[in-house]
């Protein structure tokens, strides 16, 4: 049969979400709203110190002060903040030191989601942080890490064993009053990762957390800290697949990154929470702030395959503080039926000699809409700073949308910007030539979709890409091939 | 009304133009708010220094135009000065199927009703746009007719002469159906200081018409312009305007272009030089309405001292509207660590049979060019020039008449 590009179509439409199931977990659940005593319910059942608490109140009186960002080129059902309940934890249990005292149900989860924790320690050397329901579970590779002085654990033991990093660090490079989910998430984070690599340590094995949103209405607000001391390297991955569900799902995490002099931070993310079925129903709300600080001759590298979300709000960025650092920023965003998605970086030149990269692609199909928006700065001091941006979009049908708003702004005399973007639909000819040599046509959009998302998919580590592949195929090439 | 507006007065006249709109613009004005940083479309715009100014009106009724016009070129001549059309100055030889006028003198025919502020209203949210609406005060009325080929440049000469001068200087331009015309606007300030013109054109390119503009605006270091064209193109159509910036304190330049046929063309080009603390700022936006066009797009700026350059393009593909190439490029030279240059190159893209690109790049003049002169015995100074030359030609070179071309160079 000849498959065109309407049968595409009509595939992407008609596609499931393949990973849609929940768990049933008995939680500990905060009553809904937000007000000063939620937040101190979460403070005290989290047994924080008082630094924190502060920290959360302040955030809450910052929050309340703004309003809902609206310049993004999404439209939704502004969430209801005070429905939302704020904290939701599995049963507390005694500290696990194996999988089998793992609660088999997450055990189950797991293994539906073909990543198996036994199996991931024993044949692929990552160390997983599973985090279920805002509260960490079960954090393996810990004792190898330990040995080296790295530190790889849940935020609220980071809270518990490493306040003084923690204090240090926390709000540095996302300030509470950054904007108004950042704001929200200061005040009501309950969980999330903390990293720290010691000076000229190089972690031995990619950093992983895998994330997933359960527990009907709760909202999930990770909170990651990330600290890469003098010289040291580190490679972190982070993944998310979430339950199919009719409600709209709010998740608002904050991701921070220090970089310090001479380290090296890769960070890759595949994200694909629930994108609501094909009339737009339900989805997950994903407005992220995620930002990285580089210090002298230092790097920060994202990487991220964004195919999931009902709703995508996120910029991860770079400040590129110190010497001759560098910022890179690779995207590859699919949006299919209804989903919009409004994503770029921000590359904040202040250094000499900085640079930064920015490849974003944007694939939409259905009815969805896929926005780059991307700002580059290069302040007066940055001498000799170079930034290259590419975004391309590639259109599947012709009620889709692909936009892009880039921002570019240079107040020095010696910097080099170039910038680039193209939007077009898969080409007639490429398939020709493909179809001329022999490739059936079906495998030319394969080839073609494939080709153009390669480029990113390349920039993660062997591990992820696996994964990011199958959900690319998940949510086109599968489709295609 | 915003508060900084109410407080401000203006010593303007409501325009007579029609009543009703000049109502609506009065009563739109009152919702609106004064661009702030925070405004998107003027974000990076310091409008703080013309609300502490005191502006008036003027006007003059004779002046020598002699240094304002282009050697060697032979023009129907439009003059405005201090924004009022000045018949005296004007002098245009009668050609068939050519109408100049005053707008004021047309304001009761229906080519003037069936076009007049159609455009600018869908645009009424901008602030200056319907200060323009509800105060213009003079302004020049075109018509070319059907299947006229006007050979004879027209050039709408804008003088200020007065110092503290606000003009709110309104044109409406018609080139009917298979017609064909080009306009030079210029745009001068003698001696005097810290005029802020507002000036607003509404132009129609009606079927397989054609028409090219080209805008030149020299005013004073001390002068404010915000310019806005406003242009619908019918199907088959050919539009293009070439915008040099040579000389003002705060530019602002809106050229709107809604592609309303099929098979179009429509093409903008802009040259900007910056120096002391100037600020230049180029919006442009197309929409694509209908299928089959072509729209493409180049600015070139350079930057010396303490200047800002903006340029924000913005091209809209809506849906339906297929098979449709729209091109933007932007370079930008910054010549001082004190320049700023800001580019925001925008696509919006509804449709999917598109091929769309722009690009964007800011630098400065290649230290090995520049090497490479001076060792054949060219000055450091002498070679830059020669660099500035080289980097500005692709945009002088889309000015179809030698003349004008000659003039606006000699003026870099």
């Keep these: 049969m000849k498959y065109t590009e309407d049968h595409l179509k009509v595939e992407l439409e008609n596609q499931e979400y393949e990973y849609g199931f929940t768990i ?20 005290a059942k989290k047994e924080e110190p008082q630094w924190l608490l502060d920290y959360r109140l302040n955030a809450l009186k910052v929050w309340q002060s703004m309003e809902e960002p609206d310049w993004a080129h999404v439209s939704y059902k502004k969430p209801e903040f005070q429905d939302i309940s704020y904290y939701s934890a599995p049963k507390p249990k005694k500290e696990l030191e194996s999988l089998d005292e793992v609660d088999p149900e997450i055990l189950k989860t797991m293994e539906r989601l073909g990543i198996s924790v036994d199996e991931q320690k024993r044949l692929t050397g990552v160390a997983v942080d599973f985090v279920i329901d805002s509260v960490s579970v079960a954090t393996s590779f810990k004792e190898k890490l330990g040995e080296l002085g790295i530190i790889f654990c849940s935020f609220s033991e980071a809270v518990k064993n490493h306040p003084e990093l923690v204090q240090k660090y926390l709000g540095t490079v996302v300030p509470t009053t950054d ?49 890469a001391d003098e010289g040291s390297y580190v490679s972190y991955l982070e ?34 929470w629930y994108p609501g079925n094909k009339e737009g129903i339900g989805g997950v709300y994903n407005f992220v702030t995620k930002r990285g600080i580089c210090e002298t001759n230092a790097k920060i590298s994202w990487t991220q395959v964004e195919t999931g979300s009902a709703v995508t709000w996120k910029y991860p960025s770079c400040i590129l503080k110190g010497d001759n650092s560098i910022g890179e920023f690779y995207s590859v965003a699919v949006t299919n039926n209804y989903q919009q998605a409004d994503t770029g970086t921000k590359m904040i030149h202040i250094g000499k000699n900085t640079k930064s990269t920015i490849i974003s692609k944007g694939i939409s199909a259905g009815q969805s809409h896929n926005s780059y928006r991307g700002l580059v700065k290069i302040g007066k001091g940055a001498q000799n700073a170079r930034n290259f941006s590419q975004c391309d979009s590639l259109l599947m049908s012709d009620r889709c949308g692909a936009h892009t708003y880039p921002y570019i702004e240079c107040e020095n005399s010696t910097a080099h910007l170039e910038h680039e973007a193209t939007t077009s639909k898969i080409g007639e000819d490429q398939i020709f030539y493909c179809k001329q040599r022999g490739v059936s046509e079906e495998k030319a959009i394969g080839l073609i979709v494939n080709g153009y998302a390669k480029d990113v998919l390349n920039k993660l580590p062997m591990e992820f890409a696996v994964e990011a592949r199958k959900l690319l195929e998940i949510s086109l090439e599968n489709s295609v091939g | ?63 020598d135009i002699s240094d304002f016009l282009i050697p060697e070129l032979n023009t129907h001549v439009i003059v405005l000065v201090n924004g009022h059309y000045n018949e005296t100055l004007s002098s245009s030889t009668p050609s068939a199927g050519l109408l100049i006028d005053r707008l004021e003198n047309q304001k009761d025919t229906d080519l003037f009703t069936s076009h007049y502020n159609t455009l600018s209203e869908k ?24 299947n006229k080929h006007i050979e004879k440049p027209i050039f709408i000469i804008n003088i200020n002469t007065s110092s503290n001068l606000i003009t709110n200087t309104r044109n409406l331009i018609v080139i009917d159906k298979g017609a064909k015309a080009s306009i030079i606007q210029g745009y001068y300030t003698t001696s005097e200081k810290g005029n802020f013109n507002n000036s607003l054109t509404e132009v129609f390119v009606k079927q397989n018409a054609n028409l090219s503009i080209d805008k030149i605006q020299d005013i004073d270091a001390t002068d404010k312009h915000i310019c806005t064209e406003e242009i619908h193109q ?23 272009i809604s592609v309303d046929g099929t098979n179009c063309h429509s093409e903008m ?21 209908k299928s089959h066009c072509i729209s493409s797009e180049l600015y070139k700026g350079i930057l010396k001292d303490k200047s800002t350059g903006v340029f924000n393009g913005k091209v809209i593909v809506h849906q339906d509207a297929q098979v449709i190439e729209a091109y933007q490029q932007n370079n930008n030279v910054i010549l001082s660590d004190s320049a700023t240059m800001n580019t925001k190159p925008e696509l919006e893209i509804f449709a999917d049979d598109v091929k769309c690109s722009h690009g964007a790049t800011t630098g400065q003049f290649d230290e090995e060019a520049i090497f490479y002169l001076q060792a054949r015995g060219i000055s450091k100074v002498r070679a830059k020039e020669m660099l500035i030359g080289a980097f500005s030609e692709d945009v002088l070179a889309k000015i179809n008449n030698q003349n004008v071309r000659n003039f606006i160079e000699s003026r870099i």
């Design chain 2, 123 to 146: 645009h009424s949210e901008e602030i200056f746009t319907s200060i323009n609406t509800a105060y213009n005060q003079d302004g020049v009325f075109i018509h070319i007719d059907k």
């Design chain 2, 1 to 63: 009304m915003s508060t900084i507006l109410k407080e401000k007065k203006f010593d303007l006249a409501v325009s007579t133009l029609n009543d009703e709109i000049s109502k609506s613009a009065l009563a739109e004005i009152s919702n609106l708010e004064f661009p702030t940083r925070r405004t998107e479309n003027w974000r990076y715009v310091k409008l703080g220094k013309l609300l502490k100014q005191d502006l008036k009106t003027d006007n003059v009724a004779d002046l």
């Design chain 2, 234 to 256: 019918e199907k088959d159509s050919n539009f293009k305007i070439n915008t040099f910036i040579l000389n003002g304190e705060l530019i602002r330049n809106n050229v709107n």
């Design chain 1, 239 to 272: 993944g998310c697949t979430a339950p199919q569900r009719d409600e709209n799902q709010l998740h608002a995490a904050v991701v921070e990154l220090v970089a310090m002099d001479n380290a090296e931070i890769k960070y890759s993310t595949v994200q694909n």
């Design chain 2, 269 to 289: 080009n802009g040259l900007f030089i910056g120096r002391d603390s100037q600020f230049i700022d180029n919006h442009t936006r197309v929409d694509h309405l």
């Design chain 1, 24 to 43: 049933d977990i008995e939680s500990d659940k905060a009553p809904n709203g937000i007000n000063e005593g939620i937040i101190r319910f979460i403070s």
């Design chain 1, 179 to 227: 904007n108004f989910y950042a704001a929200l998430n200061s005040a009501v984070f309950t969980d999330g990762s903390f990293c720290y690599i010691p000076k000229g340590t190089r972690c031995p094995m990619e950093l992983s957390t895998y994330f997933r949103i359960n527990e009907s209405g709760t909202g999930q607000f990770e909170r990651t800290l990330l600290i």
